[in-house]
């Protein structure tokens, strides 16, 4: 189960010129990162250094001083030893889905994974290690030829590496739980420099914290999933009128279901695509995207109760390879949204009225309500047995909004935050990957109660220094 390691040099060893004293940092030199990097330095004078900046989330402008693709975990530990020794922040890539803009920065130096994408498939033993430059549909699409799968999220191009630190929460979360709950090891290079194993039996202390604690820990490159046999799946998308009685409905449905089905359900303007009707454009509807990792006609049976609900506007559910549920994606799509993020414990036909009623309230050219039905094979696992702690919550709410500019974006963060109140009950836990830069309350609402002193203290052991800061940060305990 441990991985086996290739010896990292301790970053001294590679880079003895440069001063270690925090107070007396060094200046970056690009041509010696270019030398001791096997990977691509790319500075602000380059060619592609606009294109290596951008991040997915629109609005975000950040010019580091370097980015840095790394090519292997040597790589990796050069670069966490020159931001020590410059004292540069440092962000940490592997996606660059961050909600947070925490892909980039300003300044400072962008540690970027894309380039490392090995996938190493074990067939018969049902596991695969992945490189954490791998994005979800990459790494879908290639265990799909062999019928696995491991579940991450609704989108293909969120990287495996953030998504995984943080949880993951996707179309099998009923059936088979988050993506942690796959996790069986992982490779992190800490902010020393050292390459560690980490699994149930090395480092378990970090083992528990990767799985939800995020990118406080260390540089994660590879992880050993758990694969399950996804041979097909029944699924795709659904859109129905979104009257509250069909909201409150759906919601009964996704609850009632067997764990095999799971779904999202995005109750939104309807966008001018091509097979809608153009009167129907700009008219809310649900538009669900929907799994049942099973056999097909029983999928057909766990979808006949949401065909039902209303006359669909367009349905498009279907028997499918599972990756099929990541459609491609414009590489120029840069949204400008504000988003939050919620539990809740219901979804009765009052609160589906408020939520219609908000809805119309606004005229930004997109609006969601984005309601996630949990429960399952998540819920089986105790709260306290990862660094996610949010195993009882029922449906998970993502509100957002697109904005046109600086002029409206006020005005449409006050429609977000109104929607938040307004649909605020009980639960009021966050999940780390779907904040935004919200400030230290939420990401304690993240980690709540004992999880965020446990989370605290590993940090004081791995990164006393918090040079992993440029995410939703847990300081380390002070005199632990
Ligand atoms: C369009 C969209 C759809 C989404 N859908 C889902 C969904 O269905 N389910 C879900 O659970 N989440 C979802 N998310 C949230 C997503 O999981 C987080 O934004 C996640 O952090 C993105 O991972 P990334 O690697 O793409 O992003 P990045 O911006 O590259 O990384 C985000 C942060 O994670 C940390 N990090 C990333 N890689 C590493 C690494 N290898 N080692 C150490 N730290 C690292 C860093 O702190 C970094 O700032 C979605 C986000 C977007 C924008």
């Known amino acids: 189960?441990?991985?086996?390691?290739?010896?990292?040099?301790?970053?001294?060893?590679?880079?003895?010129?440069?001063?270690?004293?925090?107070?007396?940092?060094?200046?970056?030199?690009?041509?010696?990162?270019?030398?001791?990097?096997?990977g691509r330095v790319i500075a602000p004078e380059d060619q592609d250094y606009d294109a290596a900046r951008t991040v997915f989330l629109g609005g975000v402008d950040d010019r580091p001083a370097v980015i840095v693709r790394v090519a292997d975990a040597t790589d990796v530990a050069t670069v966490?030893?020159?931001a020590r020794e410059t004292g540069l922040e440092l962000a940490i890539r592997s996606g660059g889905h961050s909600s947070a803009g925490h892909s980039v920065c300003d300044g400072g130096i962008v540690l970027d994974l894309h380039d490392m994408k090995a996938l190493d498939i074990d067939v018969d033993g049902r596991t695969a290690w992945a490189e954490t430059g791998l994005t979800a549909v990459e790494y879908s699409?290639?265990?799909?030829?062999?019928?696995?799968?491991?579940?991450?999220?609704?989108?293909?191009s969120v990287g495996i590496g953030g998504?995984?630190?943080?949880?993951?929460?996707?179309?099998?979360?009923?059936?088979?739980?988050?993506?942690?709950?796959?996790?069986?090891a992982a490779e992190v290079v800490t902010a020393d420099g050292e390459l560690l194993g980490v699994d149930a039996e090395?480092?378990?202390?970090?083992?528990?914290?990767?799985?939800?604690?995020?990118?406080?820990f260390g540089v994660a490159t590879r992880f050993k999933f758990r694969l399950h046999e996804v041979p097909s799946v029944v699924g795709g998308m659904l859109m129905l009128p979104a009257t509250a009685e069909a909201i409150a409905g759906f919601i009964r449905a996704a609850e009632a279901a067997p764990e095999e089905l799971s779904t999202i359900a995005n109750v939104m303007?309807?966008?001018?695509?091509?097979?809608?009707?153009?009167?129907?454009?700009?008219?809310?509807?649900?538009?669900?995207?929907?799994?049942?990792?099973?056999?097909?006609?029983?999928?057909?049976?766990?979808?006949?109760?949401f065909r039902a609900l209303a006359t669909p506007v367009a349905d498009m559910l279907k028997p499918m390879p599972y990756p099929e549920i990541y459609p491609p994606e414009g590489e120029d799509y840069h949204p400008l949204a504000i988003s939050r993020t919620m539990f809740v414990d219901r979804i009765d036909l009052p609160v589906a009225e408020s939520i219609v009623a908000h809805l119309d309230a606004s005229d930004a050219a997109m609006r969601v309500a984005q309601l996630r039905v949990l429960g399952g094979a998540m819920a089986r696992v105790p709260s306290d047995a990862t660094a996610f702690a949010h195993r009882d919550s029922r449906i998970m709410v993502n509100v957002a909004t697109f904005y046109e500019g600086p002029d409206d974006h006020d005005r449409r963060e006050a429609w977000v935050e109104d929607f938040v109140a307004l649909l605020r009950q009980d639960d009021d836990g966050a999940y780390v990957n779907f904040l935004a830069d919200e400030g230290e309350d939420r990401i304690r609402a993240a980690y709540p109660g004992s999880t965020w002193d446990r989370l605290a203290g590993i940090k004081a052991r791995y990164d006393p220094d918090n040079v992993f800061r440029r995410n939703q940060n847990i300081p380390p305990a002070t005199g632990a």
Do not use: C
């Not at 699409?141 to 293909?156: E, I, V």
């Not at 480092?203 to 995020?214: K, M, S």
């Not at 695509?273 to 538009?287: D, R, S, T, V």
């Open 163 to 184: 998504i995984t630190l943080g949880g993951g929460v996707g179309y099998l979360v009923r059936k088979h739980g988050l993506t942690i709950d796959d996790l069986l």
């Open 141 to 156: 699409t290639a265990t799909a030829a062999h019928g696995l799968a491991t579940g991450f999220g609704d989108t293909g």
């Open 1 to 38: 189960m441990t991985p086996k390691l290739d010896p990292v040099p301790t970053p001294p060893e590679r880079s003895q010129s440069v001063q270690t004293s925090p107070t007396e940092s060094s200046t970056l030199s690009i041509p010696k990162l270019r030398s001791d990097i096997r």
């Open 202 to 216: 090395n480092h378990p202390d970090l083992f528990w914290a990767i799985r939800g604690g995020g990118g406080n």
């Open 269 to 305: 303007p309807a966008p001018p695509m091509p097979f809608l009707p153009a009167e129907e454009h700009g008219k809310l509807i649900i538009m669900a995207l929907m799994v049942y990792a099973g056999e097909t006609e029983a999928g057909q049976r766990a979808l006949a109760p």
């Open 80 to 82: 966490i030893a020159v």
